[in-house]
């Protein structure tokens, strides 16, 4: 038994090297591009380096130099501006963005829905926003920001190694306020709290 968890933690292991390569191949091409051209525009370098930082299974904020550009996109956030993009040049990466959802009790983590409003009548979320990130066509990571206040954050990763349950399936966050209120019901109703 123990040589099969060893098989798929291996391959768990190359899936992520491979996963490493690819964004430090596209992260050294926007350093070099930012070194060799200094007077063409470096608008999209920060959408890249945010891309990485995002899309990075150590969290958005692993290393020291990707503090800056994250700071940098929850202010912006915050100013109502949508994510920037990354432009990945000839070839590029198709089916590789990140964008940014602003939350709500419609859309929300179902752990983040919460009671408020008037008379706490209203069902809000506490987060600010999600940020999606697909890598080829498919959900990598979701970033839900301002959690509980400004520059704290929840990380999902659905990538290649992921230990998200049920089984890397992204949840749908649409349907997160749906599953709450059917779960305040029952717990009402069990607690006799339906009277």
Not at 52 to 74: K, T
Not at 82 to 107: E, I, K, L, M
Not at 121 to 131: K, N, R
Request: aromatic letters at 10%; a negative charge.
């Amino acid at each position: 038994m123990n040589f099969f968890r060893l098989k798929a933690d291996a391959a768990r292991l190359c899936a992520m090297r491979s996963i490493v390569r690819r964004w430090t191949l596209a992260l050294t091409l926007v350093a070099g591009t930012s070194v060799l051209a200094p007077g063409v525009a470096h608008a999209d370098d920060w959408g890249c380096q945010v891309l990485l930082c995002l899309s990075n299974p150590g969290g958005r904020e692993q290393y020291g130099a990707r503090v800056s550009p994250i700071e940098r996109l929850w202010s912006a956030l915050r100013h109502g501006d949508s994510v920037p993009t990354c432009d990945f040049g000839t070839g590029g990466s198709q089916g590789t963005s990140a964008t940014n959802t602003f939350a709500g009790g419609g859309y929300c983590r179902e752990h983040l829905l919460y009671w408020g409003g008037p008379e706490q009548s209203e069902l809000l979320c506490g987060a600010t926003g999600a940020i999606n990130v697909d890598i080829d066509n498919q959900l990598y990571t979701r970033v839900w920001w301002d959690v509980a206040g400004a520059g704290s954050t929840v990380t999902e990763y659905y990538g290649t190694g992921s230990t998200q349950v049920p089984s890397q399936v992204p949840y749908d966050p649409s349907r997160s306020a749906v599953l709450f209120l059917q779960q305040s019901e029952q717990q009402n109703s069990a607690g006799g709290g339906g009277q």
